[in-house]
């Protein structure tokens, strides 16, 4: 981060932020005190003498919830560099397999490989447009945000150094992310459907595509070779597929991972709004998954098995079981329910760094870059609730 008179200006504000909000943390943790030690029969008279209501009152207009902290600062300014990254790589998508307009410019896209997306779902490109957009709008908005409460926003532009695909219909300009050797993480296939199991009781999952999790895939078309053979091109459209539920999946738990470590209403707001997009997303993605042809890439031996069918089938792979299984939630003892998993806030922006750098995201880039990602990681998972 930049430490100059615009920066020095912004702390000052953040710190007389922090001050009011410091002032309404100790009347809650006073009241919060207040009721544990009053037991059940006085919490009534405790809420009112601890001054709940009041605090209330200034939260439902305002008042108190006006100040942004420096946790709530480094939340926004890590997801929006993950959106940044997010869109960076849905911008490559949509060049080649969605729709290119004045929404979404950029790209001419290919036509093998929309066939070869087409064969999951006819309506692919206009899903892949619409992911692309949607990412566009989060950082956008975020920094807008950020920007308005006096913090800095994120920009990543100085990392766009990673090469374009060279195939036909794609932009040549430098990219923040790699599409080209992926290593994609399929067990969030098992991990939804599974009712006895949690990552955040640390259960593991088997993988749908276990040829994915190891070795490195195009998900895009390198070059126009990569257009032919069928089953190859075929094997890259089903990859993106994948890839797309690896990457809204991470979104889906990131939002509420992190949601519970935002200090300001109007913060948590945010990321309670825009998260349930990112499910919106995988929701859908989790279903084109499930039409993924059946086939062999003959270029490389890359397997995508039937999940309908010995040793894959039943519950765990069933392709049509698209909706979250009930599991275990907070403790074995409570009954199973349907949830998003995982939820665990600990380490969670650090830990999105780390699936993303797994998943061979960014490969080619530079050692600054993992230092600033980490860093702007580091800095949100250290953001406590109140400060
Ligand atoms: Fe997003
Ligand atoms: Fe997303």
């Given at each position: ?319 049509n079981l698209i909706m979250p299984e ?38 080619g880039q530079s050692p600054e870059f ?18």
């Open positions: 981060m930049k430490h100059n008179a615009q920066q020095s200006r912004k702390e000052g504000i953040m710190a007389k932020n922090k001050q009011a909000l410091e002032a309404s943390t100790s009347r809650r943790s006073f009241l919060q005190k207040g009721v544990m030690i009053g037991g059940a029969g006085t919490i009534g008279a405790g809420l009112l003498s601890a001054g709940l209501l009041k605090t209330n009152f200034a939260h439902a207009h305002g008042a108190t919830s006006s100040a942004i902290t420096k946790g709530d600062v480094a939340i926004l300014r890590f997801l929006s560099a993950a959106e940044i990254l997010e869109t960076d790589l849905w911008q490559q998508y949509n060049e080649l397999g969605g729709i290119q307009d004045s929404e979404v410019p950029g790209g001419k896209g290919s036509a093998a490989y929309i066939a070869a997306l087409q064969v999951l779902d006819g309506d692919m490109p206009q899903y892949i447009h619409d992911n692309t957009e949607d990412e566009f709008s989060h950082f956008t908005f975020i920094n807008a945000y950020l920007t308005a409460n006096g913090a800095a926003p994120v920009n990543l532009d100085k990392f766009r150094t990673l090469p374009s695909s060279k195939a036909t219909g794609a932009q040549q300009i430098g990219r923040l992310t790699n599409l080209m050797q992926l290593t994609v993480d399929t067990s969030w296939w098992t991990r939804y459907r599974s009712r006895t199991k949690n990552p955040d009781f640390g259960d593991t999952f088997a993988q749908a595509i276990p040829g994915l999790s190891k070795g490195k895939f195009p998900a895009i078309p390198r070059n126009d070779g990569d257009l032919t053979p069928n089953d190859h091109i075929q094997a890259i459209a089903n990859t993106a597929a994948f890839h797309f539920g690896f990457i809204e999946q991470g979104g889906t738990s990131l939002y509420p991972s992190l949601a519970q470590r935002v200090t300001n209403v109007e913060v948590l707001r945010i990321l309670l709004s825009i998260g349930p997009t990112e499910t919106a997303h995988f929701q859908t993605w989790h279903d084109k998954a499930g039409n993924a042809k059946v086939l062999t890439d003959p270029t490389n031996g890359l397997v995508f098995p039937d999940l309908n069918a010995p040793p894959f089938g039943g519950e765990n792979f069933q392709t009930p599991t275990v939630f907070l403790s074995r003892t409570f009954p199973v329910v349907s949830i998003i998993r995982p939820t665990q806030t600990q380490g969670a922006a650090m830990g999105a760094v780390q699936a993303l750098t797994a998943d061979g995201l960014f490969i993992f230092a600033v990602l980490h860093d702007l990681a580091q800095q949100a998972d250290a953001a406590q609730r109140g400060f």
